[in-house]
């Protein structure tokens, strides 16, 4: 028989499972019933009824709000690592900026949006790029492009210098030892990296609802306009939940074994 221990510390698994499973699960039975039965706390079933999902994937804009953010993400992952893989590897090889420079390429994560944001829209709106998907990808590269430096900077860390050297010996520059070797070694942090902008980008609201209007709005934005002046759109606004919660738990899910040694196994180093 399994010793008290076991099941004590099997108890406490299954508690914490359900109370992160139940929300969701909450939010799609409410996308399954009808506009009268979904503030109904008493009823775990009813039959399913399409009406939202039809409403939401059919009979409005929210599939090319799922395109912007699926743009935006996608687009800013990729600057985001264009632009922090080399600095990455400026850091972590020569110490550019001193010792300091590694927390200091965090000031802006750890910044409330609400202090980037107002000179951030002069900025934008004097290059006359409000209301667009370019001003959403600038923003959201100010939180995403120092996390994905910070990811990878622990990753070259822990690459021995030797490889580059053997490379260079054999007639390799610094700068193709970097396309060629440093950066085929840490590709588990590139994924991890990679991974995680994206989700930081993908969930963002706050920038993309200041920023943004009418066709160039975000999915989250989208979610959030279900919330009108005649109340809340509930059982529409639990199916664009989970059409924005589902893609990217997959992804998480698929690409769990890189995002878990990016997140504990070069990320935190110093």
Do not use: C
């Not at 009406?51 to 059919?58: C, D, K, P, S, T």
């Not at 840490?186 to 969930?203: C, D, H, T, Y």
């Amino acid at each position: 028989m399994p010793r008290p221990a076991t099941l004590l510390t099997g108890l406490v698994v299954l508690l914490a499972l359900a109370s992160v499973l139940f929300p969701f699960l909450w939010i799609a039975l409410a996308s399954l019933r009808p506009p009268h039965l979904v503030a109904r706390p008493d009823l775990l079933w009813v039959a399913p009824d399409p009406a939202n999902w039809r409403a939401v994937l059919f009979e409005s804009d929210v599939p090319r709000y799922i395109l912007n953010s699926l743009l935006v993400g996608t687009v800013t992952v990729a600057v985001a690592l264009l632009v922090g893989a080399p600095a990455a590897y400026s850091l972590s090889r020569w110490r550019t900026g001193g010792a300091g420079t590694r927390f200091a390429i965090l000031a802006a994560e750890m910044m409330p949006p609400a202090v980037v944001i107002v000179p951030l829209f002069l900025i934008l709106w004097h290059l006359q790029l409000t209301n667009s998907l370019v001003a959403v990808v600038l923003a959201h590269l100010t939180f995403v492009l120092p996390v994905v430096t910070w990811f990878l900077v622990g990753f070259v860390d822990d690459l021995p210098r030797e490889l580059e050297e053997q490379a260079m010996i054999d007639g390799h520059t610094r700068f193709t030892a970097f396309l060629r070797v440093v950066l085929p070694a840490i590709r588990p942090g590139i994924g991890a990296a990679a991974v995680f902008g994206f989700v930081l980008s993908w969930n963002d609201m706050f920038y993309a609802l200041v920023l943004t209007g009418g066709a160039s709005r975000t999915l989250p934005v989208a979610i959030a306009g279900y919330w009108t002046f005649r109340g809340i759109e509930m059982g529409k606004m639990a199916a664009a939940i989970l059409v924005a919660v589902v893609p990217v738990t997959l992804a998480a899910f698929f690409l769990q074994k890189h995002l878990v040694r990016g997140l504990g196994g070069g990320a935190v180093k110093t």
